[in-house]
């Protein structure tokens, strides 16, 4: 049977959903097809991650129908969705950064256990690399997720959903920070689960992508579905006119500002202390556009990042208008002149807390304010001048920036800085998950900054917006320049051949090496910071290092060391629980009260404190209970449950402490066992 005359295995009727002043989407209906991709596209803002929200359980409609293999549903979460196998790829791939790599990809589908608490971490280990190891890529699944490139970051997550079992698979913008070898990857693995019967829905700006990948494509625009049906039934100037809802004029190839620019940016044998890249020198000329193209973790981000202070060099020099900098942090690199757009908007961009406002005018305070006080009508009349300026789709300046979409963001990052006015600007994907008369805009903005004297270096995976937007190109790879081009002379096929390593250069072991030395760089402060503290109180305090004094802290650190690892397995669990000195309390509560019944010591203390880990034990299955039953937020419950056990702690004692219990017991619980003092 024709994929086309099978029925949808996902489909929304007619659902709306609204937020406060906004419509997000009126009665759209969208569907997909065991083995097809169809293609949801439309500007920022258009509604395109609600629908996708929607589809995996993130949100609710407000009204509409959701049908599943042709019964409706509903989900209440996104858990339920993934268990019908419903798997997202979102277009910012949020991560637990300080677990691992292995650790964050498990627990997009709960962490595999036996007798109901213990963590089979060799599956853990063995799925993460069987997921990896499509990639073909190097990457340590023991390292901390959070230092991971966005582009690895979104890498992994799509690895993770290719390998899963999934029936419907949500791509985001998946290859917005992609080069060509990656994206081509993506698409092999997408033809793959066409054949196998999965029904994909794929959302991008880039038009290739798009007709190339597409069986049906729907558009939508401010909310409402203007068009939808099979890709051959229309043509990329129709779809564009759809999407922005008049006719879009294409940008042209940007004609080349000559070699007599002034230079501005000049970088020679940069080396950073981790060992991501070495020995890079490069000029960046005022008034002309200078391009970075290379693979995933080839350099470019890491380089962009030590010029602007971000990370340590082992070597080399930068020097801006002459002047050599020695940027140690970024105010250092602002004060030079040195802007920053980061390619990891959320976590490196953005205050998601704070307004537009706020997030647009942090570079130009200074030049905003009177005096020593802050003009908040200059700053929003500054930001709405930007707003303006970018296209900024937003209820109103003071709207908290993380309320935007992707795309809107994105303008934020780049409007705080053109309100900065640099020397040099430093933009890493800059139209990432920008939409097309977003990307326009901003690489018309682009020129004009050029054109008034600012050195542009752009760093981006996409090769054609590299080729027709830049004037000159370097090409990373391996941590090295290996080819510089002037883009008018340039091919993609030169430029793709530069950036692929060659056969004898593998460097496989280097990123293992480079991890090792940022954990190290990353951790070494603070063991020092402890070590320095232990010395000072070794210098100072009389007998600090003496055994019975240390013993002592050990005894001490003891019951929170094991409350600690407690907590730490029911948030490794996907969980948490704030009820955890109350739960404690209370066992201590009825462990002393069972001390105090009129038996022998031989009977009560075995009574007592096996009364009193029961009581622990039972509690904390209680909340588990009702948080996993009852579908509720593990923080609501024990909230909940935190006052009642310490109702419940009062009525047992009064409020009055325990004491005069038996002499045994207290004997056992201060005598020195091994040398280490009890700790009860």
């Known amino acids: 049977m024709n994929v086309h005359d099978a029925a949808p295995l996902i489909e929304l009727v007619g659902v709306?959903?609204?937020?406060?002043?906004?419509?997000?989407?009126?009665?759209?209906?969208?569907?997909?097809?065991?083995?097809?991709?169809?293609?949801?596209?439309?500007e920022n803002g258009a509604g395109k991650s609600t629908l996708i929200n929607i589809l995996s359980g993130l949100v609710a409609a407000d009204s509409g129908d959701i049908r599943f293999a042709g019964r409706p549903i509903r989900w209440d979460n996104p858990i339920q969705a993934r268990r019908h196998g419903i798997?997202?790829?979102?277009?910012?791939?949020?991560?637990?950064?300080?677990?691992?790599?292995?650790?964050?990809?498990?627990?997009?589908?709960?962490?595999?256990?036996?007798?109901?608490?213990?963590?089979?971490?060799?599956?853990?280990?063995?799925?993460?690399?069987?997921?990896?190891?499509?990639?073909?890529?190097?990457?340590?699944?023991?390292?901390p997720a959070g230092r991971l490139s966005v582009a690895m970051r979104h890498m992994t997550q799509i690895a993770a959903a290719v390998t899963r079992r999934a029936r419907v698979l949500i791509l985001d913008e998946p290859t917005s920070a992609l080069t060509a070898r990656e994206t081509d990857w993506l698409f092999d693995q997408i033809a793959r689960l066409k054949r196998d019967g999965v029904a994909i829905v794929y959302i991008s700006h880039r038009q290739e992508e798009v007709f190339r990948l597409a069986d049906r494509i729907t558009v939508l625009r401010d909310g409402h579905r203007v068009w939808s049906g099979r890709r051959e039934n229309i043509d990329r100037d129709e779809l564009?006119?759809?999407?922005?809802?008049?006719?879009?004029?294409?940008?042209?190839?940007?004609?080349?500002?000559?070699?007599?620019s002034r230079e501005r940016l000049v970088v020679q044998a940069l080396t950073s202390a981790d060992g991501r890249f070495s020995d890079i020198s490069l000029t960046a000329r005022g008034g002309e556009i200078l391009a970075l193209y290379g693979l995933v973790g080839s350099g470019r981000t890491e380089w962009a990042q030590t010029?602007?202070?971000?990370?340590?060099?082992?070597?080399?020099?930068?020097?801006?208008?002459?002047?050599?900098?020695?940027p140690r942090n970024p105010a250092d690199a602002v004060a030079a002149g040195i802007a920053y757009l980061p390619e990891d908007r959320l976590r490196e961009g953005l205050f998601r807390g704070l307004s537009v406002r706020a997030n647009t005018v942090l570079a130009a305070l200074?030049?905003?304010?009177?005096?020593?006080?802050?003009?908040?009508?200059?700053?929003?009349?500054?930001?709405?001048?930007?707003?303006?300026?970018?296209?900024?789709?937003?209820?109103?300046?003071?709207?908290?920036?993380g309320e935007l979409s992707g795309g809107n963001q994105q303008k934020v990052v780049l409007a705080r800085w053109l309100l900065a006015n640099p020397k040099v600007l430093i933009l890493?994907?800059?139209?990432?998950?920008?939409?097309?008369?977003?990307?326009?805009?901003?690489?018309?903005?682009?020129?004009?900054?050029?054109?008034?004297?600012?050195?542009?270096?752009?760093?981006?995976?996409?090769?054609?917006?590299?080729l027709a937007h830049s004037d000159r190109l370097a090409v990373f790879r391996e941590g090295q320049i290996a080819r510089e081009f002037n883009t008018c002379d340039a091919t993609p096929e030169q430029v793709t051949s530069a950036a692929l390593p060659t056969e004898n250069e593998t460097h496989i072991a280097s990123p293992r090496r480079a991890i090792r030395a940022r954990h190290f760089s990353s951790e070494a402060p603070l063991a020092c910071a402890l070590a320095a503290v232990f010395v000072a109180l070794g210098l100072t305090t009389h007998s600090f290092f003496s055994f019975a004094n240390l013993s002592g802290l050990l005894a001490s650190a003891s019951i929170l060391?094991?409350?600690?690892?407690?907590?730490?397995?029911?948030?490794?669990?996907?969980?948490?629980?704030?009820?955890?000195?109350?739960?404690?309390?209370?066992?201590?509560?009825?462990?002393?009260?069972?001390?105090?019944?009129?038996?022998?010591?031989?009977?009560?203390?075995?009574?007592?404190?096996?009364?009193?880990?029961?009581?622990?034990?039972?509690?904390?299955?209680?909340?588990?209970?009702?948080?996993?039953?009852?579908?509720?937020?593990?923080?609501?419950?024990?909230?909940?449950?935190?006052?009642?056990?310490?109702?419940?702690?009062?009525?047992?004692?009064?409020?009055?402490?325990?004491?005069?219990?038996?002499?045994?017991?207290?004997?056992?619980?201060?005598?020195?066992?091994?040398?280490?003092?009890?700790?009860?």
Not at 23 to 41: N, Y
Not at 248 to 256: E, G, L, M, P, V
Not at 436 to 456: D, F, M, N, Q, Y
């Open 307 to 326: 010029v602007f202070g971000l990370a340590r060099t082992s070597g080399g020099t930068i020097t801006v208008d002459g002047r050599r900098v020695n």
């Open 366 to 401: 200074r030049e905003l304010s009177r005096g020593a006080l802050a003009s908040v009508r200059r700053e929003q009349d500054a930001t709405r001048d930007q707003a303006q300026s970018l296209g900024i789709k937003c209820r109103g300046v003071e709207q908290p920036v």
């Open 561 to 680: 060391t094991i409350l600690s690892l407690g907590a730490a397995l029911v948030i490794l669990a996907g969980a948490i629980d704030i009820s955890l000195g109350s739960i404690l309390a209370l066992s201590a509560g009825v462990g002393g009260s069972l001390l105090k019944l009129p038996y022998a010591a031989e009977v009560v203390m075995p009574l007592a404190v096996c009364g009193g880990l029961a009581t622990g034990a039972v509690l904390g299955l209680t909340n588990a209970v009702l948080s996993i039953l009852g579908r509720v937020h593990p923080i609501v419950i024990t909230l909940g449950t935190m006052t009642i056990y310490r109702g419940m702690l009062l009525g047992l004692t009064g409020g009055d402490t325990i004491t005069d219990l038996p002499r045994p017991f207290t004997s056992w619980t201060t005598s020195s066992k091994g040398g280490l003092p009890g700790s009860a």
């Open 16 to 42: 709306s959903r609204s937020y406060p002043g906004v419509r997000a989407l009126d009665r759209v209906s969208f569907d997909v097809l065991p083995g097809e991709v169809h293609a949801l596209v439309g």
């Open 87 to 143: 798997l997202t790829v979102h277009q910012e791939a949020e991560l637990f950064p300080t677990l691992s790599v292995a650790e964050n990809m498990a627990l997009e589908q709960g962490l595999p256990v036996t007798w109901g608490f213990w963590v089979e971490w060799w599956r853990v280990r063995k799925e993460a690399a069987s997921a990896i190891a499509v990639l073909g890529e190097p990457v340590d699944i023991r390292q």
């Open 240 to 260: 564009i006119r759809h999407m922005v809802g008049r006719e879009y004029a294409a940008t042209i190839r940007r004609a080349s500002a000559g070699p007599t």
């Open 428 to 466: 890493d994907e800059p139209t990432r998950g920008v939409d097309l008369g977003a990307k326009a805009e901003i690489h018309r903005l682009l020129a004009k900054l050029a054109a008034s004297g600012v050195a542009i270096v752009m760093i981006s995976s996409d090769l054609a917006e590299v």
